[in-house]
């Protein structure tokens, strides 16, 4: 079934192609309803690994229907006392993106200004490429900000809720073909609040762009399962 | 393909059968590499639809290979600047599961005592709850402590790529036919920290059990997805 060779291999790079296979069958749980799911659990293992910070989209509009399905799977992430404390905001209207992306450039050039002394040379630099950082940042069709209620049952759990949602519906979103990635000080909170006219018991935890990927990026370097895992004790 | 029917239903209950069936093909990419993706789509959102959270299990072992793989998954969730804060502490050491246990359960009925006037007879019932509780929490064979480092590039963001590393852990998990709870105050930090002998750099995010539920529960109420979603502005 495997090799002790693809074995290392595989927990070193975390290499995608052929995941669970590499462990022979994936499943061993006793009950009889469970028996049907191992190519699922094959395919979660591997979207789990394909998943990858798009920053650069194209523009191909995402149907309304897919949409839906992943704001779905973020509805149905765990959640504090079942309080399930998220709105998500949907953008599409560019006109509203482009605000946006405006705002959020215009602070980033303020801070060039502040914190560094420049020549007017490379002053102009910085702030091309920070055009074009933001140019790709905006890139994509959609963007979902997702938004935790402050003055729901159990704020003190918000964060958690908050990124649990992000993270379901970045891989939903995945699944069906689509890049994502959690912003939160690229495309600042308040800027985005503010920009978006999103009331203030909103608290934001992340905002997200959906669209096909310009390219998929490659894996980034990945510590060892070793370097991460402690058994029993440290 | 679907009726609206169909898909009103969907839609309020957030019913699993069939989630991407109803909306017919799934995949829009026109990235080639995508096409055969579409069984996954359908395999992922499935599972993120089935994952529950279990407080009750059987005591059949979770093989080696499979916690691995469950380690793998939490380990390629998104994380600021690539930093990987995480450390996974996976205790199947019976002895101290009992310890842990036992921590819990004697501040559970501490805090009977502090916070309650109770009749003999009220505080006893009280604590059989608690005991049955805590019987039930601890009934798993392998328990994943999930901590972030303090001491990383960006702790800022310590709290969302924490909770986001657990997300992916939970979903491979189920897809592997385990169930997980995401505790926090059940299993408070700070005796998990003094029990495990955790160092004080690393924070915790959350702990969970990992076994084969005694049976899936049901599905909580779910806010419908209507309440959750603001299309462009509030």
């Not at 699922?40 to 979207?47: K, N, R």
């Not at 993106?97 to 020549?119: D, F, M, T, V």
């Not at 909103?202 to 669209?211: M, N």
Request: with cysteine; aromatic share 8%; glycine share 4%.
């Amino acid at each position: 079934m495997r090799t002790n060779h693809q074995r290392r291999n595989f927990l070193k790079t975390g290499t995608v192609v052929g995941v669970a296979s590499l462990f022979g069958p994936v499943l061993a749980s006793p009950l009889p309803e469970e028996k049907a799911l191992e190519a699922s659990a094959t395919a979660v293992l591997e979207i789990i690994h394909k998943r990858r910070s798009v920053r650069q989209y194209r523009s191909d509009p995402v149907p309304a229907e897919h949409i839906t399905l992943i704001l779905d799977a973020a509805r149905m992430a765990p959640t504090a006392g079942n309080q399930q404390p998220w709105k998500f905001l949907v953008i599409q209207d560019r006109t509203k993106l482009n605000e946006l992306k405006a705002a959020c450039l215009q602070q980033g050039i303020e801070r060039i200004k502040k914190r560094e002394k420049l020549s007017e040379e490379a002053f102009q630099e910085r702030e091309q490429k920070l055009i074009q950082y933001y140019e790709k940042c905006f890139s994509a069709p959609v963007y979902i900000v997702v938004l935790v209620d402050t003055e729901c049952q159990y704020p003190d759990y918000n964060k958690h809720d908050g990124a649990l949602a992000a993270g379901n519906l970045m891989l939903a979103a995945r699944a069906l073909g689509y890049g994502t990635v959690y912003y939160t000080g690229s495309i600042p909170a308040e800027i985005t609040q503010k920009v978006l006219n999103i009331p203030e018991r909103y608290e934001r935890i992340c905002i997200t762009p959906v669209g096909i990927p310009e390219k998929w990026p490659d894996t980034p370097p990945k510590k060892d399962l070793k370097e991460l895992v402690v058994y029993e004790q440290f």
